[in-house]
DNA sequence: GCCGTTTTCGGCCCGACTGTTTTCAGTCG
């Protein structure tokens, strides 16, 4: 049986687009919103919530709409939404994807109009039909004709726009016009993709308007989306959107708050202030009667004058952090100092590009006590998989490296997992091997219970200790499958077997709220997949992902010493 | 539609920018 998570998730947001199209209300509407949310970082099966009465106490979700999520998991539909669309077409709801078009427009364009799609946009704006409708000036259908170019922002690799983050913050920075940069939102929060770029600038509001004017006509600009003394909007060549927020120095902290986020964090944070009569927003933290600042500064002093320890950015998601940080409980993060080995590692033994030599001298010359050397085995599409032959090769000229360097080597594999969940490998080398990293290269569009069944099958394999890239996503090129991971967890604790997570870029695999969820069950490992010696730095990424999942010392396996870590192996 | 350390009703985060609304609704973050 599939999992039902999906369905669920796209029937509850067709819901709310809807009622927003209808005009319902915003609170009812934000109901929806939420619990879609919330479905979307549990990994539990919803179809099991069900069944055993616990749909309801996820937060967000009460008896109407656990109704209708029994009615998805058992019937597949949902007679509320059916009803709703006889009002209004599902396609109307992909106006609403358009810069600046609303559930209000979108339900103005279909009633007034009878506009359903973009198409039916793009048609009413060429034969002059949106000018005749009340309210719509050339100007305001000028700017929904532009607008239609673009779509809302899609969500891209954070790897992949730090460059264009930095040059950004350093060109404002540049200007002299300015005290302090930040860039904050998703990107401080070190989330695995960002849809925009949130900057937060603080300085003499009499140099505003020029920073503005700086900002919005950078080279990099292709579209001012909106602007206005403190706050601008533009899209830059490359499709990403950046918001430049502009505050006094005194708003310093309440405005780096503010612009970090997350909404869900900051809401929380806004919901608490106003039980204890404060008023907190991006100017700093009020006393609701008087207006009397109590704190702006910095984020530590707000925080604290809330009651609560300073949050660190990867935490600010509403998954708890405000309870443990009112309670000072919040989780000891990993750093970079923490990771004292690397394990998973390609050389040219395989598909890598760097020697074996080369690689751990890199890896020597970091702070790292060890790596695992784990080149790819079986039928994978590449051009030269070690067989057993050349696996004892590779031991040989290991065996003759190992002396010149400090740091230890497990002699690892990879190895691909068959469509049945057998292992692709000789029984010899599996053996021989000191780490073994299983992981699935082929066949990705199984339903989601062979997927699991696929990866349990495998790490039943005596000889398995770990399962890579566990979900096979690979940003702008495949979805990752869905994975029942409580089966996965439980199978990983019975068989002492761990999940990866994959630190490549295009990767990051698994994602931060599975690791959260996850973590103090299983142990996780952090792995680059290194095929260059430069990749070995991507170890970056896994530990954003590794924080986000409020990961601490003990959650990790690569934090623990080499000795220790030869003890948590089954072999 | 959800929720409760003022608890089963009456609230629900807060503010900037846009357009044409002469006082505010819509959209966004």
Not at 234 to 246: F, P, S
Request: hydrophobic residues 40%.
């Amino acid at each position: 049986m599939e999992l039902k998570n999906d369905l669920v998730i796209n029937l509850l947001t067709n819901v709310g687009d809807i009622l927003e199209i209808l005009g319902e209300s915003v609170y009812k509407i934000r109901a929806y919103r939420k619990a879609v949310e919330a479905l979307k970082e549990i990994t539990e099966d919803v179809e099991n919530l069900v069944k055993e009465k616990k749909i309801e106490d996820v937060p967000g979700i009460g008896e109407a709409i656990g109704g209708k999520i029994k009615e998805i998991v058992e019937t597949g539909k949902l007679y509320y939404l059916d009803k709703l669309l006889k009002q209004i077409p599902l396609e109307v709801t992909s106006l609403m994807k358009i810069e600046g078009i609303g559930g209000k427009t979108a339900g103005r364009l279909y009633h007034e109009l009878g506009i359903k799609s973009i198409k039916g946009l793009e048609e009413a704006i060429g034969n002059g039909l949106l000018l005749s409708l009340p309210g719509f000036t050339e100007a305001k259908v000028a700017k929904i004709a532009n607008a239609l170019k673009s779509v809302k922002s899609e969500q891209k690799p954070l790897p992949n726009i730090e460059q264009h983050a930095f040059k950004i913050s350093d060109f404002l920075v540049n200007t002299n016009l300015l005290l302090k940069v930040d860039i904050g939102g998703s990107f401080r929060r070190k989330k695995s993709t960002v849809r925009d770029l949130d900057i937060h600038a603080v300085g003499d509001p009499a140099n505003f308007e020029q920073v503005m004017k700086l900002f919005t006509e950078m080279t990099e600009v292709s579209e001012v989306i909106v602007t206005g003394s403190s706050k601008s909007t533009v899209k830059l060549v490359n499709d990403l959107n950046v918001d430049l927020r502009l505050l006094e120095e005194n708003s310093y902290g309440a405005g780096l708050l503010y612009s970090t986020g997350s909404r869900a964090h900051t809401i929380k944070l806004r919901t608490i202030c106003d039980k204890k009569n404060l008023t907190l927003n991006e100017y700093g933290l009020f006393k609701e009667k008087n207006d009397e600042l109590i704190a702006s500064l910095t984020e530590t002093e707000i925080y604290k004058a809330m009651g609560m320890s300073f949050i660190p950015p990867e935490l600010r998601e509403d998954r708890g952090e405000i309870e443990a940080a009112m309670s000072n409980s919040l989780p000891r993060l990993i750093t970079r100092e923490d990771i004292m080995g690397d394990l998973h590692i390609h050389t040219n033994w395989s598909d890598g590009k760097a020697s074996l030599k080369e690689m751990i001298t890199a890896a020597d010359n970091s702070s790292l006590e060890y790596i695992a050397i784990t080149d790819h085995v079986g039928k994978i599409p590449i051009y030269r998989p070690l067989n057993k032959t050349r696996f004892n090769e590779q031991k040989k000229e290991l065996e003759n490296l190992v002396s010149d360097f400090e740091i230890k080597i497990l002699h690892g594999i990879e190895v691909d997992i068959t469509k049945e969940g057998k292992i692709d490998a000789p029984k010899e080398m599996l053996i021989e091997a000191e780490f073994v990293i299983a992981s699935i290269h082929s066949l990705f569009d199984l339903s989601e219970e062979e997927m699991t069944q696929r990866i349990l099958t495998a790490m039943d394999n005596e000889y398995i200790n770990a399962i890579g890239h566990p979900t096979g996503r690979m940003f702008e090129k495949r979805e990752g499958y869905n994975l029942n991971f409580s089966k996965i967890v439980e199978k990983g604790k019975e068989t002492n077997t761990f999940l990866e997570i994959n630190a490549q870029p295009n990767r990051q695999d698994i994602d931060d709220y599975i690791v959260f969820d996850i973590r103090v069950k299983l142990p996780v490992y952090i792995g680059t997949d290194a095929h260059y010696t430069k990749d070995l730095e991507n170890i970056t990424w896994g530990i954003n992902i590794a924080r986000r999942g409020w990961c601490e010392k003990k959650h990790l396996l690569n934090c623990l010493g080499y000795k220790e870590l030869l003890r948590k192996l089954k072999h």
